[in-house]
């Protein structure tokens, strides 16, 4: 393939369950990557619910997704970016994350956005 | 002239993001500039379902989709797993499952991950929907 490499700010600001952003938001970032592109993630708001290491999806019949972060290495994609202020305003630790991530402070949030190329959202 | 690619994530009539999608759409290329492809994912993937009926005094988002492609020379390029689990599958998927229907057709293509891939990195801007 010929296609030069993007830069791709994929967003999650939605929780785990109740709709299917967060996993098809994973799907979305596995397969770009594949595809050669350069995925960044970012987790704010009720988006960093999904990264929480104690999860028992199996209760409401729903795939355990979040079992497939810890694949993010294998893919390359390696900037996970974590908004400090919304794990704070949950009363979350980033020891209660189920992979390693780099806490990021509201104010450079905008910032590591605008060196994308691209984004989109979930 | 700039060139786009549109995801478009939200179903059709329940909220007005596709058919904005659609606006956009025209109003691009319209003034010359390129629409690459436009890209159904999530619940926009019911954007290719055949078999919507929309009643005769309401926009028919559809067919407006079907004459944008053929106009313009625009790929309307459906995600096959999002579509799969929505119910709206090709004849040949249908086939391979053992369904008799299906809803996915012409000019509306099943297609993988991948091609979005290509799409954005071929395009100056992704407009998400």
């Given at each position: 393939m010929?296609?030069?490499?993007?830069?791709?700010?994929?967003?999650n600001k939605s929780p785990p369950y109740g709709c299917s952003n967060g996993q098809e938001s994973l799907d979305m970032a596995l397969a770009l990557s594949n595809f050669a592109q350069d995925v960044s993630m970012f987790f704010i708001e009720d988006g960093v619910l999904q990264l929480l290491v104690s999860q028992d999806s199996t209760v409401i019949d729903a795939k355990a997704y979040y079992k497939t972060f810890a694949a993010l290495e294998f893919y390359d994609i390696e900037n996970i970016y974590v908004c400090k202020?919304?794990?704070?305003?949950?009363?979350?630790?980033a020891?209660?994350?189920c992979i390693p991530v780099t806490l990021v402070e509201l104010e450079d949030l905008s910032k590591l956005l605008s060196k994308q190329q691209h984004m989109m959202s979930f | 002239m700039s060139s786009f690619t549109l995801l478009v994530t939200s179903a059709p009539y329940s909220?007005?993001?596709a058919y904005s999608a659609y606006r956009f759409a025209v109003a691009a290329v319209e003034s010359t500039h390129l629409i690459k492809g436009i890209f159904f994912y999530q619940?926009?993937?019911?954007?290719?379902?055949?078999?919507?009926?929309?009643p005769s005094d309401e926009f028919d988002l559809y067919t407006a989709w079907g004459e944008l492609s053929q106009k313009y020379q625009v790929p309307l390029m459906v995600c096959v797993s999002a579509a799969s689990k929505r119910g709206v599958t090709t004849a040949e998927d249908?086939?391979?499952?053992d369904n008799p229907h299906f809803s996915l057709k012409?000019?509306?293509?099943?297609?993988?991950?991948?091609?979005?891939?290509?799409l954005i990195s071929s395009s100056d801007r992704l407009i998400q929907f």
């Open positions: 010929s296609q030069p490499s993007a830069t791709i700010a994929i967003i202020h919304s794990l704070l305003e949950r009363g979350i630790k020891s209660q994350l | 909220v007005q993001s619940g926009g993937v019911l954007n290719g379902s055949s078999l919507q009926i929309t249908a086939q391979e499952s012409a000019p509306f293509e099943s297609v993988g991950l991948g091609e979005l891939a290509i």
